[in-house]
Every structure is written in C-alpha cells, then in structure tokens.
C-alpha cells in the first residue's frame, strides 16, 4: 500500500499541511492500493518562495550549466523509467505498450532539450540592436492526470533550459506517478528549489499558483474548461500562459488512401491511451463511396482488439482511470443513440468476462452529423465517430467545424494531395499518413484547444522573454 503525505520543497521532501486525504485506485481492479493527503495553499506558498529563492541562481546560470542539469535530469528519470512504467500501469491503467513509451519519453524530454540548448543563441542581432533572451521567472507547471510523467518532465525540462525555477502541480489523480517521477528528480540533485512538487486541489493549490505575484508563468495542460479559469486566474499579475487544451481531432481518410493502412493507424488514434488522450483522432472522415468497406473493416478490427489486464503486452484497451470517467464515456454512448447514431461496435456497459475494473467496451459510431455531442465534445474514451464525404472540400469543412483545433491526421496514396490538405486544416499539428509526432516539432492547439507551443526551441522560448539593447554610436 502506498501512503504520500509529502510535498517536494527547496531540495527536500516535507510533510504537507494540509489535511485532505484521496484513497488511490487501482482502476483495473477497483481495490484501494494507497492514500494520498493533498497539500494547500500554505503549501503551495513555501514552494513558491524557495522558487523564488533559487530563481537568481538559476537565472544566471551559464548554458553548460543547465545542459549540465538537464543531463543529469535525463539520467535519473531513465533509471526509474520501469517503476514509472509500473506507476502508470497500477495506478491509471496504461497498457504495457503505451505505459513502457511514457516511461521512455520522460527521461527523453530532458535528452532532446539538452542537445537543442547547446545550438541554441541567448542573444542576436537586429539592425543596431542586441536581443537577448531572458528567463520569465518562477514558473508554476500544471500536468494532467493522463499524461502525468511526460507532462511533468516535457515542461520542467524547457523551463530549466530557460533558466526558470519551478513549482510543479500534478493532478491530484496521478500521485504514483508524481511520486516516482519527484524521486527521480529528487536523485539528480539540483539546486535547491529549482525544482518544487506538490499534489493538491485546483480550487486552493492551482489557484495560488495562477494568482501569487511570485509566479511568472504558467505552463498548464488539461480541459479547456480549466483552462480558461487559469488564464483568467492568472489576469490581474499579466502572467504569461501557455495553455494545451482539449481536442477533437478529425482523421481524414482520403478516397485514395490504402485502407488496408489507414484503418488499424486510424483506430490507435482513435483509441490511443484507453482513449483519453487530447490528441485522440476521434471523429473519422471517410468518403462515402468507401462507406461500406470502411464500416466493415472498423468492426472486424474492433472485434479482435484485446480489451483487459493492462499488464498483458497482448492488452490493446485498458481501464478508463476513474469510476467517474466511466460513467461520463457511458453517457456519451448513450447520447449517441438517442441522436441517431447507428451502432458499429462496441456499446454501453463492460466487455464481456470483464465484472471489475472500469473497463469499456470500444465503441464506433456510423452515420454520424458533426453536430452531434458525439461529434462535438471531447469524451476522453475510446468512442470512434465515423462521418461520411463526398469530396476533399466537404472533408475539409467537417473537419474545420469545431471549436477546437489541437491535431489532425490525413490518410493518402499521394504525399503531394495529403500535403495541401493538410495545409487546409486548421489546427496546431496535422499527421500524415502516420500517428507519432515529431518531439521536437512544437506542440499545441489554435482556437479553444490553446495558446502557445511546447516542446523544442518553441518549448523554451516560451519560457523566454526578449529584452531589447540599442547603444548610441560612439561619439567622435
């Protein structure tokens, strides 16, 4: 059993003053496998301070210095890469495959940032002036509950190459996770308060790091919903926000495409991460002349998908992470019928042989509107709506028609067609003929799926401030 009742504080782990204690489930089995006691705003306001403590030091710190840390970072969560694997299995549900993949990009994120730090110039100049680019301050990151340990380790490591000490949220709903994550760091010992963790509620932690004049940035990834509460949160100090939001991304299938490719590549990323993932391509765009044999593929390859024990490297779809989280995918389900969906695969209730854990059964809707709630609200599940076309300019409408904008995916025999559709769609990252990003490439949504980008040059800089210098000419 697991008992957290510490936060991670100026180089140290201390008991937390607040009182709240969170039972931690295994979703796949619904038994209590630990507690977790939330930290408060007291909390939330000492690790605030021994950011600020360490921030000049930091700040100031030379370019090798920080490649320095980021090295060390790299190490130390590398060779905790299997408990984070075993962390996110237990406690949220991770399928083998997916779980080994996070655990491996942890430790990547600070490897990657390192080496585009050493080509990377603080300072440059236009015209007559200098531009130097300059740390924002204390930055507060905010991780997710499904992406916990990438999340946490992809932001910390473009704010320390920035030269920005940390306080660092994670859900409250991912303390295994935050636990092993916060050891690791711990391990690569760096200078007290550079890097400060704690669980605690969105309502007085995540607050007091959105309104505390001693934090300077905000780096948050979750709902849209949250969001906006932050940014506005954040208003009176002008905090400086980047924000990676929902989404509800549309998978293109174009009527050249290879079917017998596009489908399985359109189904993981459909159903990727139990399909609670914001980049989740779960509205499917699909010619109506190719209706028929889509929808049979869909079913067949639904029905051979391996839905159960997260640990078995044959598990495709694991548990949803919470009860709640269940019932608001079952909900969806229902919705769908009762707007008129036509059921492919999959539908309400467990899988059968599955009477524990929050498992759900992988569902595909046919005849879908785009203005259906299936359609329309990012479920966080693995539900599939399949929306037929007629031509490349309808598909390019349906998938523009929605207030989010985070990825896209398009399927294509010919590169050049994928190519200027792509530039058509209007969101932060458009996949072609794949399903992996490039981790280098800037990350983040236009329209209601956020402001700014992560990961890579864009990922520091976003923790960058320009200061301009423009020096008299010398007198004669």
């Known amino acids: 059993m697991w008992n957290l009742d510490q936060a991670y504080i100026d180089g140290a782990f201390v008991p937390v003053q607040g009182s709240e204690r969170l039972e931690i489930v295994n979703p796949a089995t619904e038994q209590a496998i630990g507690t977790v006691v939330l930290a408060n705003r007291d909390d939330a306001r000492r690790a605030i301070a021994a950011a600020n403590r360490a921030q000049p030091g930091l700040a100031n710190s030379t370019k090798a210095q920080r490649i320095e840390m980021l090295r060390r970072l790299e190490a130390a969560v590398l060779a905790r890469s299997d408990q984070i694997r075993d962390a996110t299995i237990e406690e949220y549900g991770g399928p083998l495959a997916r779980s080994q993949w996070v655990s491996n990009y942890a430790s990547q994120c600070f490897a990657t940032t390192a080496q585009m730090l050493g080509d990377y110039a603080f300072e440059r100049r236009l015209g007559e002036a200098a531009v130097v680019m300059e740390p924002i301050g204390v930055a507060g990151l905010i991780a997710p509950w499904n992406s916990a340990a990438g999340s946490i380790c992809s932001k910390l490591a473009s704010a320390i190459a920035a030269g920005c000490a940390s306080v660092v949220k994670p859900s409250e709903l991912g303390p295994l996770q935050a636990q092993v994550v916060t050891e690791a760091l711990h391990d690569a010992r760096l200078p007290a ?60 299938i174009l009527d050249d495409a290879d079917l017998a490719i596009a489908l399985p590549m359109a189904l993981n990323a459909a159903f990727m991460n139990n399909g609670q993932a914001c980049v989740a391509g779960t509205r499917l765009l699909v010619p109506n002349v190719h209706m028929t044999e889509v929808i049979e593929g869909l079913r067949h390859t639904v029905a051979a998908l391996r839905v159960g024990d997260p640990r078995d490297a044959a598990t495709a779809v694991g548990p949803l992470a919470s009860q709640a989280q269940f019932e608001r ?43 259906m709630d299936i359609a329309r609200e990012e479920i966080f599940g693995p539900v599939l709506s399949v929306i037929g076309y007629d031509d490349e300019d309808e598909a390019v409408e349906i998938a523009n028609d929605s207030i989010y904008g985070l990825q896209a995916y398009v399927f294509s025999s010919q590169p050049q067609r994928a190519r200027r559709v792509a530039s058509r769609l209007r969101a932060g990252t458009v996949l072609v003929n794949r399903i992996a990003p490039d981790l280098i490439a800037p990350f983040g949504g236009v329209r209601q799926s956020g402001i700014g980008r992560e990961f890579g040059v864009f990922g520091m800089e976003a923790f960058l401030e320009p200061k301009t210098i423009t020096m008299a000419n010398s007198l004669a």
């Open 193 to 252: 308060g550079v890097v400060n963790v704690l669980l605690g509620r969105g309502g007085d932690v995540g607050d007091e790091i959105a309104t505390h004049p001693g934090i300077a940035k905000i780096s948050f990834t979750g709902s849209t919903q949250t969001g906006k509460r932050i940014a506005r949160a954040g208003l009176d100090t002008l905090k400086r926000v980047s924000l990676a939001l929902s989404g509800k991304s549309a998978t293109l």
């Open 329 to 371: 995918v079952q909900q969806f389900i229902r919705r769908g019928l009762a707007q008129g969906a036509t059921l492919v695969a999959g539908g309400e209730g467990r899988p059968d042989g599955l009477d524990k854990g929050w498992f759900v059964r992988p569902t595909v809707f046919a005849g879908v509107r785009n203005d």
